[in-house]
């Protein structure tokens, strides 16, 4: 239930983002920010490369406590409206990764004893 909740979060939410972005391109802007799923390429430099039990955020680069900042500054500030949509996408895929990690600490109390 956990996978199809995450991978419905990432590509069948942001359906719903890019619809009330734009009634009208709606599709553009799904792709856009399906696009944004590419932030997950940082994975590929992990060891291992996936850990089930692993919480993407604080440990892939992209992941990080300064990229999540960096993403947020670029919601409210950029005035572009592709670029921002971006921005909007990085920061929900790490609200969706944090959801995430949330279900997975609950299940298993001693993954939480990896980032303290």
Not at 11 to 36: C, G, M, V
Not at 38 to 53: S, W
Not at 68 to 95: A, D
Request: with cysteine; proline share 3%.
């Amino acid at each position: 239930m956990q996978e199809i909740i995450h991978y419905s979060l990432h590509f069948l939410a942001i359906a719903l983002i890019a619809y009330l972005y734009d009634k009208k391109n709606w599709l553009k802007y799904w792709a856009i920010l399906a696009a944004t799923m590419l932030v997950d390429l940082d994975h590929l430099v992990a060891v291992p490369m996936f850990d089930p039990d692993r919480c993407s955020i604080g440990f892939h680069p992209l992941h990080s406590e300064i990229a999540i900042t960096f993403y947020v500054l670029g919601m409210v500030f950029v005035k572009n409206r592709v670029i921002r949509l971006i921005f909007i996408g990085l920061f929900f895929h790490m609200l969706t990764d944090f959801i995430d990690c949330i279900w997975t600490y609950a299940k298993c109390a001693t993954c939480l004893e990896d980032i303290f």
